[in-house]
């Protein structure tokens, strides 16, 4: 049986989205499924999109995610070098190849020329396309002579590399997850393979690396299926085996309504006045701010969808938002909806070098990464009898190419910290406490014994470490106001009395949870009060508000001094 090799390859073009976490782990757990080999290679040939960084971010996050390559950049391997702007001598070999059959010609034309023919063709109501329909008029190898063919090359005219679209034949195509699809080459353009300064385009390069690296199965987006045809045609005009195929579904935006809450709007609205007011100058952020708000104020409202629908009556404005709001409501999960939602679509954070704008990742919003594979993984693939908390070892144990959907996965905010709730749950106090070390710069001050009792008090509320500190920031300072709403309800006037007497009375215990429980009911009782007029205005004396976990382990925390002196502050304010 033919060793299964798998690759991830990523161009250093900007951050490691979403989608891209999903193909390199759904690549890393086949491969460890099957006993294979998962290599990531860097697709570093668009010079014009490099990003700075890009490379070292793609490796730190992988590394973060525990995708580990078994040969990259980095750690090398046999088939090294790992990035394909190391190559270019391999694919001037292969170049000279394929332009030995009949797959492959020279085309002289300039951007100039084309754009005229394509003029022409607009005209008469067509659409141009490079195709066995238009070579033979256009100026290439195939059209031209041998002699004006050499005559240009004497010229050193610049020239690109097309791949000789097949006339009439229709490939019959498999692909593992979507099974069988055919394809007629006239609906097919002769594509560029490689550019006027000797570099492959991507879909030349791609599959010289996937054949000289051993590739035994490509598992990439859907957005490449339109290229299945051509890639499978390359393969035969360079004599090799191709290999399978796996293209993956797209992940989808969330639910229009979980979309949209108070905190987005704004940078909804910022996002719209980019793409349209500042190119229109006609409309203010104010007036583009009103009108989204009403589209938001129907999102739960089943007119929301119909509200949307073009009307002739609409000015240019709402036509506008109307069709902002519809494209960012729905489809793909973007790179920029992260930013646009307030939900980290990257695993770590990303800095533009450009503009040094900061994308949010997952890692610095707190996310455990064996959460976060975990929820990647799900969004199109389903393990046996439904299981939803796996490690990445169980995963991989289970993986099979033929059970990922076909369908989109829809990406929910919600479910993604769902999933980091059950891993924050597994982990130890100690554990975390090194978590909120590493983020919270104010507990610096406070020791470990009394940290740990905080941590294990709140982590069953928690989502992720920081709702710690978050949730019991009462814990580490006093209350300097109270709330109205909770104030009202809590506190009247005798409250201050029961107060003070409690106090006297628990200067004489020992001040742990399961004494201090008993003698606040003992006191209760022996006065003839319900506990809600003890435990209310007690609780909003130590934390402020009227909310936290169990008043006797707050007062424990806290200890006997300070425990006093919140409930004297509390009297004191209230008088």
Same mark, same amino acid.
């Given at each position: 049986?033919?060793?299964?090799?798998?690759?991830?390859? &990523?161009?250093? @073009? +900007?951050?490691?989205?979403?989608?891209?976490?999903?193909?390199?782990?759904?690549?890393?757990?086949?491969?460890?499924?099957?006993?294979?080999? %998962?290599?990531?290679?860097?697709?570093?040939?668009?010079?014009?999109?490099?990003?700075?960084?890009?490379?070292? /971010?793609?490796?730190?996050?992988?590394?973060?995610?525990?995708?580990?390559? $078994?040969?990259?950049?980095?750690? +090398?391997?046999? %088939?090294?070098? /790992?990035?394909?702007?190391?190559?270019?001598?391999?694919?001037?070999?292969?170049t000279e190849q394929i332009l030995t059959t009949d797959y492959a010609y020279l085309a002289f034309d300039t951007p100039e020329e084309l754009d005229a023919v394509r003029a022409e063709f607009e005209a008469n109501g067509d659409v141009f396309s490079y195709d066995n329909k238009t070579r033979n008029r256009l100026r290439n190898s195939i059209a031209l002579s041998e002699e004006e063919v050499q005559q240009?090359?004497?010229?050193?005219? &610049?020239?690109?590399?097309? %791949?000789?679209?097949?006339?009439?034949? #229709?490939?019959?195509?498999?692909?593992?997850?979507?099974?069988?699809?055919?394809?007629?080459?006239? #609906?097919?353009?002769?594509?560029?393979?490689?550019?006027?300064?000797?570099?492959? @385009?991507?879909?030349?390069?791609?599959?010289?690396?996937?054949?000289? !690296?051993?590739?035994?199965?490509?598992?990439?987006?859907?957005?490449?299926?339109?290229?299945? =045809?051509?890639?499978?045609?390359? /393969?035969?005009? !360079? =004599?090799?085996?191709?290999?399978?195929?796996?293209?993956?579904?797209?992940?989808?935006?969330?639910?229009?309504?979980?979309?949209?809450?108070?905190?987005?709007?704004?940078?909804? #609205?910022?996002?719209?006045?980019?793409?349209?007011?500042?190119?229109?100058?006609?409309?203010?952020?104010?007036?583009?701010?009103?009108?989204?708000?009403?589209?938001?104020?129907?999102?739960?409202?089943?007119?929301?969808?119909?509200?949307?629908?073009?009307?002739?009556?609409?000015?240019?404005? @709402?036509?506008?938002?109307?069709?902002?709001?519809?494209?960012?409501?729905?489809?793909?999960?973007?790179?920029?909806?992260?930013?646009?939602? =307030?939900?980290?679509? %990257?695993?770590?954070?990303?800095?533009?070098?450009?503009?040094?704008?900061?994308?949010?990742?997952?890692?610095?919003?707190?996310?455990?990464?064996?959460?976060?594979?975990?929820?990647?993984?799900?969004?199109?693939?389903?393990?046996?009898?439904?299981?939803?908390?796996? @490690?990445?070892?169980?995963?991989?144990?289970?993986?099979?190419?033929?059970?990922?959907?076909?369908?989109?996965?829809?990406f929910s905010k919600e479910k993604s910290e769902w999933f980091n709730h059950q891993y924050l749950q597994t982990k130890s106090d100690e554990e975390i406490l090194q978590m909120l070390k590493n983020t919270e710069a104010n507990i610096s001050a406070v020791s470990d014994e009394k940290l740990l009792k905080i941590i294990h008090l709140m982590k069953e509320r928690a989502t992720f470490p920081k709702d710690?500190?978050?949730?019991?920031?009462?814990?580490?300072?006093?209350?300097?106001?109270?709330?109205?709403?909770?104030?009202?309800?809590?506190?009247? $006037?005798?409250?201050? #009395?029961?107060? +003070?007497?409690?106090?006297?009375?628990?200067?004489?215990?020992?001040?742990?949870?399961?004494?201090?429980?008993?003698?606040?009911?003992?006191?209760?009782?022996?006065?003839?009060?319900?506990? =809600?007029?003890? !435990? !209310? &205005?007690?609780?909003?004396?130590?934390?402020?508000?009227?909310?936290?976990?169990?008043?006797?382990?707050?007062?424990?925390?806290?200890?006997?001094?300070?425990?006093?002196?919140?409930?004297?502050?509390?009297?004191?304010?209230?008088?």
């Open positions: 049986m033919e060793k299964v090799r798998v690759r991830f390859a &990523p161009s250093p @073009t +900007g951050p490691l989205h979403l989608g891209g976490v999903r193909t390199a782990l759904y690549d890393y757990l086949f491969a460890k499924n099957q006993g294979g080999e %998962f290599v990531l290679r860097i697709e570093d040939t668009d010079t014009a999109r490099y990003v700075e960084g890009a490379e070292e /971010y793609i490796e730190e996050a992988l590394e973060w995610c525990g995708i580990i390559p $078994d040969e990259s950049p980095k750690k +090398g391997g046999k %088939f090294a070098p /790992y990035r394909q702007s190391e190559r270019r001598d391999i694919y001037d070999r292969y240009l090359l004497d010229q050193k005219t &610049p020239y690109v590399v097309r %791949f000789k679209m097949p006339v009439n034949r #229709t490939l019959n195509l498999e692909d593992i997850i979507r099974g069988h699809s055919s394809v007629n080459t006239n #609906t097919l353009d002769d594509k560029v393979l490689v550019k006027n300064d000797g570099m492959p @385009t991507y879909h030349f390069a791609n599959i010289i690396d996937d054949h000289e !690296m051993e590739i035994s199965h490509v598992i990439r987006g859907e957005e490449w299926l339109p290229s299945l =045809g051509l890639h499978t045609l390359l /393969y035969e005009a !360079m =004599g090799w085996t191709a290999p399978e195929f796996a293209h993956l579904s797209l992940i989808l935006k969330p639910d229009a309504a979980s979309l949209i809450n108070k905190d987005n709007i704004d940078s909804i #609205t910022k996002a719209f006045t980019e793409d349209f007011i500042l190119k229109n100058n006609a409309y203010s952020f104010d007036e583009a701010s009103v009108l989204i708000k009403s589209f938001f104020a129907e999102i739960k409202s089943p007119r929301f969808k119909s509200s949307l629908t073009e009307n002739e009556k609409d000015d240019a404005l @709402t036509a506008a938002v109307k069709a902002f709001l519809k494209k960012s409501l729905s489809g793909k999960l973007s790179k920029r909806d992260g930013d646009k939602f =307030g939900f980290p679509v %990257f695993p770590l954070d990303f800095k533009d070098p450009a503009t040094g704008n900061i994308s949010k990742g997952y890692r610095e919003n707190g996310y455990l990464p064996d959460a976060f594979i975990n929820m990647v993984a799900l969004l199109g693939w389903s393990p046996a009898d439904d299981k939803e908390i796996l @490690t990445i070892e169980e995963m991989s144990k289970e993986f099979d190419l033929h059970k990922v959907h076909k369908a989109g996965a829809r710690i500190y978050e949730n019991g920031k009462f814990f580490f300072e006093t209350p300097t106001s109270y709330d109205e709403k909770a104030s009202k309800k809590a506190w009247n $006037d005798e409250t201050s #009395t029961i107060l +003070g007497e409690l106090s006297v009375q628990l200067e004489s215990v020992d001040f742990t949870a399961e004494i201090l429980k008993q003698e606040i009911h003992d006191f209760a009782e022996n006065k003839g009060l319900g506990m =809600g007029k003890v !435990m !209310m &205005p007690l609780r909003l004396a130590l934390v402020g508000e009227l909310k936290g976990p169990d008043v006797p382990d707050i007062l424990e925390i806290l200890g006997k001094e300070e425990s006093k002196d919140r409930i004297h502050n509390a009297i004191n304010n209230f008088k």
